[in-house]
């Protein structure tokens, strides 16, 4: 049983395939290697010993043992020309008769195995020689039996069949190599609608819920697919459901509490509640605070990306956002008499109009409220070159340290120590509302290292 990953785990399906094919394979590839081996060194080993046997006999036909002199044997040339041109060495040889005894040649030679009948072969490691192949071939002189060995050194057999198992060795290790690598690249491509797929759906922001095309991706997945488009409808109908009790709750929030304002309002006109007009102002400002912080919680809800859809998204000018965020604070600055202004180059961006007003309403917000009576607010609006659209406001104020700059965006942080009073929600909102619009907030120092300058950038 080949072990392969777990995909229940967390295992790669890739690597699963890999491990389930490669693994036989290589087993398969690396016995065809051996296969290949003992085809090729099986035939070359006796062709080795058939032309030592031939050199055997051609020697022994020059072999004399006279009976009134030394016994001789002469070399045949061929078969010396071949032992030097093709081993580079001077054949060894050695005559005994049929009794085991030496009568020429090399002596080291041993003698051949007294049960071995006809021509026999040996390999045995020699004195000087070492590991030696030996052939025994059993001739006559007329009536006196001879036995003549021809040897030849295993190292000179393996010189000369290294070449061809190499080359055998060679083309299998390649023919391996190819077909793993025809494996991972079948794998690879079988794999890649899975890929595009994932790539698909990672480029996918969190309000597109539109459903996936089930006839894209191989039949093998399309249940999975068919099961996200579920998922994906369940989420757009909460998305929605979300929404409408968002707007709803936002629509019954307002009415009752600007009723009540409006009627606190009028009762503290009245001269009849002269004695008591100290108390229905701060009820009156405990209302407006309560109003406030209600309408920052539900704008904080509706900008969540999931109650947020693709159709909601429209080209919004940034320049026009600002004129009317100026318009609606510009008596508030009057009265502190704060310079409110704005500079504005054209810009546009992909957005939900009313949610982008806010992100503008509440830094405009957090800018007057933090700066001193007399102090300078501006908004700006334009493009940066490789970044995108971008929205700032700064002030003159008393800024935020650069410790509090990653707390201030959390909710209801505020800056310890700031007077003024707040919700702690306004720049989680617009940090929020950044967020959706695939925007960032950067918080850095004013002008000369005074007061904040809060920006939005709207990457392209």
Same mark, same amino acid.
């Given at each position: 049983?080949?072990?392969?990953?777990?995909?229940?785990?967390?295992?790669?399906?890739?690597?699963?395939?890999? &491990?389930?094919?490669?693994?036989?394979?290589?087993?398969?590839?690396?016995?065809?290697?051996?296969?290949?081996?003992?085809?090729?060194?099986?035939?070359?080993?006796?062709?080795?010993?058939?032309?030592?046997?031939?050199?055997?006999?051609?020697?022994?036909?020059?072999?004399?043992?006279?009976?009134?002199?030394?016994?001789?044997? @002469?070399?045949?040339?061929?078969?010396?020309?071949?032992?030097?041109?093709?081993?580079?060495?001077?054949?060894?040889?050695?005559?005994?008769?049929?009794?085991?005894?030496?009568?020429?040649?090399?002596?080291?030679?041993?003698?051949?195995?007294?049960?071995?009948?006809?021509?026999?072969?040996?390999?045995?490691?020699?004195?000087?020689?070492?590991?030696?192949?030996?052939?025994?071939?059993?001739?006559?002189?007329?009536?006196?039996?001879?036995?003549?060995?021809?040897?030849?050194?295993?190292?000179?057999?393996?010189?000369?069949?290294?070449?061809?198992?190499?080359?055998?060795?060679?083309?299998?290790?390649?023919?391996?190599?190819?077909?793993?690598?025809?494996?991972?690249?079948?794998?690879?491509? $079988?794999?890649?609608?899975?890929?595009?797929?994932?790539?698909?759906?990672?480029?996918?922001?969190?309000?597109?819920?539109?459903?996936?095309?089930?006839?894209?991706?191989?039949?093998?997945?399309? $249940?999975?697919? @068919?099961?996200?488009?579920?998922?994906?409808?369940?989420?757009?109908?909460?998305?929605?459901?979300?929404?409408?009790?968002?707007?709803?709750?936002?629509?019954?929030?307002?009415?009752?509490?600007?009723?009540?304002?409006?009627?606190?309002?009028?009762?503290?006109?009245?001269?009849?509640?002269?004695?008591?007009?100290?108390?229905?102002?701060?009820?009156?400002?405990?209302?407006?605070?309560?109003?406030?912080?209600?309408?920052?919680?539900?704008?904080?809800?509706?900008?969540?990306?999931?109650?947020?859809? @693709?159709?909601?998204?429209?080209?919004?000018?940034?320049?026009?956002?600002?004129? &009317?965020?100026?318009?609606?604070?510009?008596?508030?600055?009057?009265?502190?008499?704060?310079?409110?202004?704005?500079?504005?180059?054209?810009?546009?961006?992909? $957005?939900?109009?009313?949610?982008?007003?806010?992100?503008?309403?509440?830094?405009?917000?957090?800018?007057?409220?933090?700066?001193?009576?007399?102090?300078?607010?501006?908004?700006?609006?334009? &493009?940066?070159?490789?970044?995108?659209?971008?929205?700032?406001?700064?002030?003159?104020?008393?800024?935020?340290?650069?410790?509090?700059?990653?707390?201030?965006?959390?909710?209801?942080?505020?800056?310890?120590?700031?007077?003024?009073?707040?919700?702690?929600?306004?720049?989680?909102?617009?940090?929020?509302?950044?967020?959706?619009?695939?925007?960032?907030? @950067?918080?850095?120092?004013?002008?000369?290292?005074? $007061?904040?300058?809060?920006?939005?950038?709207?990457?392209?």
């Amino acid at each position: 049983m080949i072990p392969a990953p777990d995909l229940a785990a967390g295992g790669s399906i890739s690597r699963r395939l890999l &491990t389930l094919l490669l693994v036989p394979l290589g087993g398969l590839l690396l016995l065809a290697l051996l296969f290949d081996y003992l085809v090729v060194e099986g035939p070359m080993r006796t062709s080795f010993d058939r032309q030592l046997a031939d050199a055997a006999i051609a020697i022994a036909g020059r072999a004399r043992v006279p009976a009134d002199g030394p016994p001789r044997v @002469e070399l045949p040339a061929d078969v010396a020309r071949h032992f030097a041109e093709e081993q580079g060495v001077v054949p060894l040889y050695a005559l005994r008769a049929a009794d085991g005894r030496w009568l020429a040649g090399d002596a080291r030679l041993p003698a051949a195995p007294a049960a071995a009948p006809g021509t026999s072969y040996a390999t045995l490691a020699l004195a000087g020689l070492g590991p030696t192949r030996i052939v025994w071939y059993r001739t006559s002189d007329g009536a006196t039996p001879l036995v003549l060995a021809v040897a030849q050194r295993t190292e000179v057999r393996d010189a000369a069949a290294r070449p061809l198992l190499t080359a055998t060795l060679m083309l299998d290790v390649l023919q391996l190599v190819a077909v793993i690598a025809l494996v991972l690249i079948g794998v690879r491509r $079988g794999l890649r609608p899975l890929l595009d797929f994932r790539d698909e759906l990672a480029a996918r922001s969190e309000r597109d819920l539109r459903p996936l095309d089930a006839d894209r991706v191989p039949i093998e997945v399309r $249940g999975l697919v @068919e099961a996200l488009n579920a998922l994906l409808d369940q989420v757009r109908a909460t998305a929605e459901s979300q929404r409408k009790f968002v707007a709803d709750a936002a629509h019954q929030l307002r009415t009752p509490l600007a009723g009540m304002q409006a009627q606190l309002e009028l009762l503290e006109r009245d001269a009849n509640a002269l004695p008591v007009r100290g108390q229905v102002g701060a009820v009156r400002d405990g209302l407006k605070r309560l109003a406030h912080t209600a309408h920052q919680l539900l704008t904080l809800a509706r900008a969540e990306g999931s109650a947020t859809l @693709e159709r909601d998204f429209t080209v919004v000018d940034l320049p026009a956002l600002v004129a &009317t965020a100026v318009g609606a604070q510009l008596d508030r600055a009057l009265a502190r008499r704060i310079d409110l202004g704005a500079e504005t180059a054209p810009a546009e961006v992909s $957005g939900v109009a009313w949610l982008l007003g806010e992100l503008v309403g509440n830094l405009l917000d957090n800018a007057l409220r933090y700066t001193p009576e007399g102090g300078v607010v501006t908004l700006r609006t334009g &493009t940066l070159p490789g970044v995108g659209s971008f929205i700032e406001v700064e002030d003159d104020g008393p800024g935020i340290p650069v410790a509090e700059r990653p707390l201030v965006v959390q909710r209801f942080h505020r800056v310890p120590g700031t007077a003024g009073e707040g919700s702690g929600l306004g720049l989680a909102i617009v940090a929020d509302i950044a967020r959706v619009h695939g925007g960032r907030l @950067e918080i850095g120092d004013g002008a000369g290292g005074r $007061g904040a300058r809060l920006r939005v950038e709207f990457r392209d």
